[in-house]
């Protein structure tokens, strides 16, 4: 299993970016996928979660109505859109899925606050 993030960056307060997050080696569309993050100093956290087929999404409250988890089943990938960034957003993103083999993650994608 490998899931391999990309996207990250500087942001500005108000800013937008698109996280990607390439899977292989099991089948993606089994499987719920998760993005967590993780600034310095504190816990990481469950950011946004989506069900096989997309139809179920759930979001942490300190996200909700600013950032938009989606997948594309063709193509293994999931991606976080997060638009109306805040300082407090600037972390270490993860992708993440629990399989029957076990829980896995990606190597993190780094956002960072420009201001």
């Known amino acids: 299993v490998q899931l391999v993030e990309s996207g990250g960056g500087l942001v500005q307060p108000g800013g937008s970016l698109r996280l990607s997050c390439a899977a292989s080696?099991?089948?993606?569309?089994?499987?719920?996928m998760r993005w967590y993050r993780q600034a310095p100093g504190k816990e990481r956290e469950l950011v946004a979660s989506i069900s096989i087929f997309g139809g179920s999404t759930n979001y942490a409250d300190s996200v909700k109505g600013r950032f938009t988890i989606s997948r594309d089943n063709a193509k293994n990938t999931v991606y976080l859109q997060m638009n109306s960034l805040k300082p407090e957003d600037a972390a270490v993103y993860y992708c993440?899925?629990?399989?029957?083999?076990?829980?896995?993650w990606g190597q993190g994608t780094q956002v960072t606050d420009s201001s």
């Open positions: 993440q899925t629990s399989t029957s083999s076990g829980a896995y």
């Open positions: 080696g099991f089948t993606f569309s089994r499987y719920n």
